[in-house]
Structure formats: C-alpha cells, structure tokens
C-alpha cells in the first residue's frame, strides 16, 4: 500500500499561473483534506471531502477549488497563484467514526510563488 | 477564535530522560486530542488519540494526560532516545471529526 500519494513535490510558479496539486488514497477511506503548512504556524485547512461527491469550505479556502474525483482522488486548484500561497500543501484521508479518527498525510508539496 | 498553543521553542533533552510537550487550547470544547509526530521534509504521522471524557492514555513509551477544565495536554516520552527527535504537534477534533484544528508543534532534541 502508498497510502496517500502526492504530485508534484516541488513546484515553482509565477503570480497569476495556475496549477493543479493531486492526491490520491489506496486505504478505501471515506474522508479526504487539504491543508497547507507555513512556518509557525499549525496545519491549517483549506477545504475537505467528507465523502465522495461531498465538498467543504475548511478554515483558509480563499483563492482554491477542489475536485473529489473519485473516492481515491482529491485534487486542489489555484486559478490564480499569489505570493500569498506559498506553503507547503498536505493532503491526508481518514475514516472519521474509526477508533482513533487519525488522518493519513502525504509527503507534501512545496510550492512557492514568485 | 479557536487557539491551540504549543511550545514554541524547542525542547533539548539529554537521552534517557522525560521529555514533556505541553498543549493548551482556548475557546474551544474538543470531542478528541490527539498527538502527531512530524519529522523534516514529512507529513505529519499519528501517534496518540485522548477523548474528553479520558484522564490518561498510554502507548509504549508515550503517554497522554487531558485536562478539559484547565484546557491543556501533556505529551510525555519516557526513555528518550535520539531517535525521537522531532517536531510534535497537538491537534484538536470536534464531535464529527471532520475539522481538525492542529498546533505549530514543538520541536524535541534528544542528545546522545
């Protein structure tokens, strides 16, 4: 099993440029998020699918979109990159009602927009 | 607004002794807390899950105490060891469990 896969691991892009992070899961988990990492600061969350054909607005969603594909695949947008959304992006997938509602996280995408 | 708060300097403990993370939260009433440990480069890997209604929790070397009336979480690691060398990072979940709150982490030096 990978688990949570993400792609790309690096990307560099330019103010206004968009792009499209991918994330996919092979534990048959319901729940799928996207967060975003920066510097003292706790993983915050940008959007989440509690299901498959199911997706909501998280604490920081401004400037994303998401897709829930399929019940594996849950991709994040940026229409427009800024500056401001350089970070690093984590994606993670759980079973919420499991004994321990953990999350499964990828290895991360390191964005940074010039 | 919600706010979880975590050490924000890192701990340097010598090898074999106790390593305690401290974890507290405002404006907030969680159904869970848990623990994750995040090592450089990675994600985040979960480690520890408390409820509210539960004192203490154990695994192996790890142990988590709860306390909802002073809104605040100790991490312990008995027997440190270099290889727990880390950052951790305490998180928050409500009743659905969909939105997780999560802490900056604490970084956590064991010397040899």
């Known amino acids: 099993n990978a688990g949570v896969t993400q792609t790309p691991k690096f990307q560099v892009l330019k103010t206004g440029q968009s792009m499209t992070l991918q994330c996919a899961q092979d534990?048959?988990?319901?729940?799928m998020y996207w967060y975003r990492q920066d510097p003292g600061m706790g993983l915050r969350l940008i959007y989440y699918?509690?299901?498959?054909?199911?997706?909501d607005k998280g604490e920081v969603p401004n400037g994303y979109n998401v897709s829930r594909l399929n019940k594996r695949e849950f991709s994040l947008r940026l229409e427009s990159a800024a500056p401001s959304q350089t970070s690093v992006y984590f994606c993670?997938?759980?079973?919420?009602?499991?004994?321990?509602?953990?999350?499964?996280f990828g290895p991360g995408t390191r964005l940074t927009v010039l | 607004s919600q706010k979880i708060e975590q050490n924000s300097e890192a701990l340097n403990i010598q090898e074999g002794k106790t390593a305690t993370l401290t974890c507290n939260y405002t404006?907030?009433?969680?159904?869970?807390l848990q623990w994750y440990r995040q090592d450089p480069g990675r994600g985040p890997v979960f480690l520890l899950l408390i409820r509210e209604n539960e004192k203490e929790k154990r695994k192996e070397r790890l142990k988590v105490t709860f306390d909802t009336t002073l809104k605040q979480s100790l991490f312990h690691i008995t027997a440190s060891q270099p290889a727990d060398s880390a950052t951790y990072l305490c998180a928050l979940q409500n009743t659905g469990g969909f939105k997780t709150i999560f802490g900056a982490g604490t970084r956590l030096f064991v010397k040899a």
């Open positions: 993670a997938s759980s079973d919420v009602g499991q004994l321990y509602n953990e999350q499964f």
């Open positions: 404006n907030y009433s969680p159904a869970y």
């Open positions: 534990m048959n988990h319901n729940s």
């Open positions: 699918s509690a299901s498959e054909g199911t997706t």
